[in-house]
């Protein structure tokens, strides 16, 4: 969730969606995003909208988060009025989310459920810090309803780490692996960033292990992305760290694929492996396949039918606008039929299932077959899956292809 929001067109005082964006609403999965914005420190990568207890300011507090978020799930209902609407997914992110007590997160899902009900087997997905959770927190989580938890592991060296200025120990991320299955969670992610400056390959392949032996059965795997306005930013500006090599990003990510699928685990997304489809982050695959979320919190996007908004940016802001019943969107745009066709090959292309090819140029398909970027099998029965190299590149197929 970038920090810096974008332009676009107002958003009415009481959150009401054009008719286009509620035609056919309850036909489409629902899911539902919480941001949490609140960290202990800031990682220097990082560049999502998060706040630490210093950057906060009057208007907002962990304390009283719990209460306003839920204010805007009801204010969810209003808009998308009584149709039957069973969530999914629903999805704890942030920031951290488990700086928040585990009755207030709780509390949030039960909004979620008293609203809009939980569909049978629905998944709850919240993001966590290895340090920020115990044994105890993590049966009370269960206890509310959670059933699939994600660490941000990131690095197993603890220079990479430092660099990252991440707070965990290496040795923390097992064990609250262990603690999350003990407690009954059904899934658990490990998140890892690749191509920090002062990694080296052997450091990679060291993380990778140490992710595998806490047994997740899903890991994602990112490169690392120098994002403007960080203090990583800074620190390659001034010459302090070097910027990361195409060419070393390329190699771990090969060594990932070779390591991860060796391991029984399957990518199905290019940053995404999984022991088998079960395992699969059911959220994320709604995102990528066009759903409908709301997502709540400062900051937070939703997309409704392709209608798309964004709500405005610090804590404080959001609370004020909830507490005098208005909407906290800041802007939305609605997607013409081009902008949904671009939007639908950029993120169904990544996927192993890939995107149909009646949505893509014949010529430029066949172009990419024959440089090796695009399976040709499933092509000939009128899917575009990347070829492993075509996902090294896949940024650049994409471009090539819408």
Same mark, same amino acid.
């Given at each position: 969730?970038?920090?810096?929001?974008?332009?676009?067109?107002?958003?009415?005082?009481?959150?009401?969606?054009?008719?286009?964006?509620?035609? /056919?609403?309850?036909?489409?999965?629902?899911?539902?995003?919480?941001?949490?914005?609140?960290?202990?420190?800031?990682?220097?990568?990082?560049?999502?909208?998060?706040?630490?207890?210093?950057?906060?300011?009057? /208007?907002?507090?962990?304390?009283?988060?719990?209460?306003?978020?839920?204010?805007?799930?009801?204010?969810?209902?209003?808009?998308?009025?009584?149709?039957?609407?069973?969530?999914?997914?629903?999805?704890?992110? +942030?920031?951290?989310?488990?700086?928040?007590?585990?009755?207030?997160?709780?509390?949030?899902?039960?909004?979620?459920?008293?609203?809009?009900?939980?569909?049978?087997?629905?998944?709850?997905?919240?993001?966590? @810090?290895?340090?920020?959770?115990?044994? +105890?927190?993590?049966?009370?989580?269960?206890?509310?309803?959670?059933?699939? !938890?994600?660490?941000?592991?990131?690095?197993?060296?603890?220079?990479?780490?430092?660099?990252?200025?991440?707070?965990?120990?290496? +040795?923390?991320?097992?064990?609250?692996?262990?603690?999350?299955?003990?407690?009954?969670?059904?899934?658990? @992610?490990?998140?890892? !960033?690749?191509?920090?400056?002062?990694?080296?390959?052997?450091?990679?392949?060291?993380?990778?292990?140490?992710?595998?032996?806490?047994?997740?059965?899903?890991?994602?795997?990112?490169?690392?992305?120098?994002?403007?306005?960080?203090?990583?930013?800074?620190?390659?500006?001034?010459?302090?760290?070097?910027?990361?090599?195409?060419?070393?990003?390329?190699?771990?990510?090969?060594?990932?694929?070779?390591?991860?699928?060796?391991?029984?685990?399957?990518?199905?997304?290019?940053?995404?492996?999984?022991?088998?489809?079960?395992?699969?982050?059911?959220? @994320?695959?709604?995102?990528?396949?066009?759903?409908?979320?709301?997502?709540?919190?400062?900051?937070?996007?939703?997309?409704?039918?392709?209608?798309?908004?964004? @709500?405005?940016?610090?804590?404080?802001?959001?609370?004020?606008?909830?507490?005098?019943?208005?909407?906290?969107?800041?802007?939305?745009?609605?997607?013409?039929?081009?902008?949904?066709?671009?939007?639908?090959?950029?993120?169904?292309?990544?996927?192993?299932?890939?995107?149909?090819?009646?949505?893509?140029?014949?010529?430029?398909?066949?172009?990419?077959?024959?440089?090796?970027?695009?399976?040709?099998?499933?092509?000939?029965?009128?899917?575009?899956?990347?070829?492993?190299?075509?996902?090294?590149?896949?940024?650049?197929?994409?471009?090539?292809?819408?």
């Amino acid at each position: 969730m970038p920090a810096i929001l974008p332009d676009g067109d107002p958003v009415p005082a009481d959150g009401a969606l054009p008719g286009s964006a509620l035609d /056919g609403l309850g036909t489409r999965p629902l899911a539902f995003y919480v941001h949490v914005p609140f960290c202990v420190t800031r990682c220097g990568y990082c560049d999502f909208n998060t706040y630490t207890a210093t950057e906060l300011g009057p /208007g907002a507090s962990r304390e009283s988060y719990a209460d306003t978020a839920i204010a805007e799930v009801r204010l969810a209902r209003r808009v998308l009025g009584d149709a039957d609407l069973p969530v999914e997914t629903v999805f704890f992110g +942030g920031g951290t989310p488990t700086l928040l007590a585990p009755d207030d997160l709780g509390r949030i899902l039960a909004a979620i459920d008293a609203e809009f009900g939980l569909a049978a087997g629905a998944e709850v997905t919240t993001e966590a @810090n290895p340090e920020s959770v115990d044994e +105890g927190y993590l049966g009370k989580l269960r206890a509310a309803g959670f059933n699939r !938890i994600s660490y941000g592991m990131q690095s197993t060296r603890e220079h990479v780490l430092a660099v990252l200025d991440r707070t965990h120990t290496p +040795g923390r991320v097992p064990q609250v692996a262990r603690w999350a299955r003990e407690a009954g969670f059904e899934h658990v @992610n490990l998140d890892l !960033i690749y191509g920090t400056p002062g990694e080296s390959d052997d450091d990679w392949r060291a993380s990778l292990r140490a992710a595998l032996k806490a047994e997740p059965d899903h890991v994602s795997a990112y490169a690392l992305i120098v994002e403007e306005g960080t203090r990583l930013a800074g620190r390659v500006r001034r010459g302090e760290l070097a910027a990361p090599d195409d060419d070393a990003m390329a190699d771990r990510y090969l060594m990932t694929e070779e390591m991860l699928s060796a391991h029984g685990l399957r990518w199905y997304e290019i940053s995404n492996w999984a022991s088998g489809p079960q395992a699969a982050c059911r959220h @994320n695959l709604l995102y990528w396949t066009g759903a409908d979320w709301w997502g709540v919190g400062p900051g937070a996007h939703s997309h409704v039918g392709g209608t798309r908004w964004w @709500n405005v940016k610090h804590p404080a802001a959001y609370a004020a606008r909830l507490a005098e019943g208005r909407s906290p969107a800041h802007a939305r745009e609605v997607l013409d039929a081009e902008d949904r066709r671009i939007e639908r090959i950029m993120l169904e292309l990544r996927l192993a299932q890939g995107c149909p090819a009646e949505l893509l140029d014949d010529a430029a398909v066949r172009r990419a077959v024959a440089e090796g970027l695009i399976e040709p099998a499933p092509y000939e029965r009128g899917r575009a899956v990347l070829t492993l190299r075509g996902r090294l590149l896949a940024d650049a197929v994409v471009r090539d292809l819408t």
